[in-house]
Every structure is written in C-alpha cells, then in structure tokens.
C-alpha cells in the first residue's frame, strides 16, 4: 500500500511539469534551452533562480518568449516566438519560474 501511494504521489508531483515541458517542447524552446543544462540559452533551472525574488518575472519573461530579448545571458539573443500565444507565454514562464 505504501508503494502504490509513493508512487501515486510522485506521479503527482510531476505531472504539471511534464504537461508544461511537452508545451515547451511543442514551441521548440527546447531546441535552445535545457531543463538543467545550458543549450544556445541559459538552462531553464538557471533562469528560475535569477528571477526567483522578481515578483514581475513572470510577465517580464512572458514577453521575452513572445518577443525576444537579448544581453541578459550573453551575446547571443533569444529569437521572437511569434507561434506563442499570450497564455502560452505565461504559462511557460511560470513553468520556468517553478523548476528548483
């Protein structure tokens, strides 16, 4: 019993990153980004402890998915993701912002 509930529980907690990483893999963010690991950008585990005490990095990275940015983690910028939608956007983020 105790195994079954284990496991239940573990399922559990990483549904809503799975569901959000196939988001992410579904836009390509994947393609330049790792979960823990530096691709072309910054690994999404990085990104989560910068802006970790940023009350307004959900917004602030939403827009950067949809419209690009550069210079925050080196030379090469991060393209305009024109197939993200706005909730896509924020939905990301958050899922970036959630990863420890």
């Given amino acids: 019993m105790k195994r079954v509930l284990f496991t239940t529980l573990a399922l559990a ?3 809503p990153v799975l569901a959000d ?3 992410a893999t579904s ?3 994947l393609a330049c980004h790792g979960v ?3 691709v072309v950008g910054p690994a ?3 990104v989560a402890a910068k802006y970790a005490s ?3 990095a959900v917004d602030m990275l939403a827009g950067k998915i949809q ?3 550069g210079g925050n983690w080196g030379a090469i910028p991060m393209p305009a993701n024109a ?3 706005d909730a896509e956007a924020k939905k990301l983020a958050a899922w970036v912002l959630s990863l420890k």
Avoid: H, I, P, Y
Wanted: hydrophobic share 30%; with cysteine; net charge positive.
């Fill in 36 to 38: 823990a690991n530096k």
């Fill in 21 to 23: 990483q196939a988001l």
């Fill in 83 to 85: 197939q993200v939608n």
């Fill in 13 to 15: 907690m990483s549904a």
């Fill in 27 to 29: 836009k390509n963010c």
């Fill in 44 to 46: 999404f585990k990085d």
């Fill in 67 to 69: 419209k690009g940015g």
């Fill in 54 to 56: 940023d009350k307004g």
